[in-house]
């Protein structure tokens, strides 16, 4: 089979844009390594962008930001660079949209690679920040949005190392 290394990038890059953060099964599988090396990879800051997305101390959630594993599989990515050299302004650029103010609850299920009760739960403690809308009781419009800018400071919280 021959394969064209362009299709292969594209269908890489829009994936990042889809999901920016992976969870630690596909991490796992995408650099063909056990926990314990990606636990050591994590917290040696080798995989310099990883987030505990989970509620409270007790419950761990990792992902990380696929750029990264990318960049371990096939170096820098052009235009991007090496993501041990970004910003958290940066990293937050491309996991969350910056031409929006705010986000559907379901982007961010989508985006943080959890379930609806996680974002629900984030709101309730008050870490996410809900915009005041009316909201049809079910459809495509009855998801809420949250500040762009709450999900943004409670995810550099959760960075880890």
């Given at each position: 089979m021959n394969i064209n290394p362009k299709a292969i990038t594209a269908t890489i890059r829009v994936n990042l844009l889809r999901r920016p953060l992976w969870r630690d099964s596909l991490v796992l599988e995408g650099l063909g390594?056990?926990?314990?090396?990606?636990?050591?990879?994590?917290?040696?800051g080798e995989l310099a962008w990883a987030f505990d997305v989970g509620m409270?101390?007790?419950?761990?959630?990792?992902?990380v930001l696929g750029h990264c594993v990318v960049e371990m599989q096939s170096g820098p990515i052009a235009g991007l660079g090496a993501t041990g050299n970004l910003e958290i302004k940066e990293v937050l650029g491309l996991i969350l949209p910056e031409t929006r103010e705010s986000l559907r609850a379901t982007d961010l299920q989508r985006v943080l690679w959890v379930n609806a009760d996680l974002i629900r739960d984030l709101a309730k403690s008050g870490a996410l920040k809900r915009l005041r809308e009316r909201?049809?009781?079910?459809?495509p419009n009855s998801s809420p949005h949250y500040t762009r800018a709450s999900v943004a400071a409670w995810l550099a919280k959760r960075k880890i190392v």
């Open positions: 390594i056990g926990r314990d090396k990606l636990d050591r990879m994590v917290d040696s409270g101390k007790s419950v761990k959630e990792l992902r909201l049809p009781k079910s459809g």
